[in-house]
């Protein structure tokens, strides 16, 4: 004979399966984003999570999570790491295409350097990609040697193929020139400076 779950019974199941859920993803903001991700035979770890903020108001527009081989509090050792990287981006907010494509080239701006002109083609690659995007969409970067691939709303990958241009996309989060403090300290597992 089967006997019907003690309403109790359900409710300490329910948590449990929430506590197993929290022990292997990390949230902010109400987004939760895993603890690990694979690519290319590697097993990443997250690394850390942060908020991009836009306007004074500090309006959020997304959640960045930074996933590496090897946990890093140092900016600098992961731009130069050769190991593979990802960056998922998680939208909280819709943004339209051209404001995305916009911030993109803002951000190159800044943190490019010497080597604008040979990764203007990448960019603009990277900005082909860029549909509208609602609350919700998820854009990931993985850093590969020699190229970054790119995908949107979890579609298949797009390769853009040059090494700097993963550098300085990378930059763009953990750079110099961040979009916002927060988001590159979260990023690396820091609070906030």
């Not at 951000?107 to 549909?131: I, Q, V, W, Y």
């Amino acid at each position: 004979m089967i006997f019907p779950m003690k309403p109790f019974r359900s409710v300490a199941l329910i948590a449990l399966g929430i506590s197993v859920l929290s022990a292997n993803a990390a949230s902010l903001l109400g987004v939760e984003m895993p603890e690990t991700q694979k690519s290319g035979g590697k097993s990443l770890v997250l690394n850390g999570l942060g908020a991009r903020e836009a306007t004074l108001f500090k309006v959020k527009v997304y959640v960045g999570a930074l996933y590496l081989e090897a946990p890093s509090h140092n900016a600098e050792e992961i731009l130069a790491s050769p190991g593979i990287k990802r960056v998922l981006l998680h939208f909280v907010r819709e943004v339209d295409a051209g404001k995305i494509r916009d911030a993109w080239k803002e951000a190159f701006e800044k943190n490019c350097g010497a080597d604008c002109g040979s990764t203007s083609h990448a960019l603009a690659r990277l900005n082909s990609l860029m549909p509208d995007l609602r609350s919700g969409d998820r854009l990931s970067f993985t850093f590969l040697p020699g190229k970054v691939e790119v995908a949107v709303r979890d579609s298949a990958p797009t390769a853009i193929e040059s090494e700097k241009f993963g550098t300085i996309l990378l930059a763009t989060w953990l750079g110099k020139n961040p979009p916002n403090s927060g988001l590159k300290a979260g990023m690396l597992g820091r609070k906030e400076p």
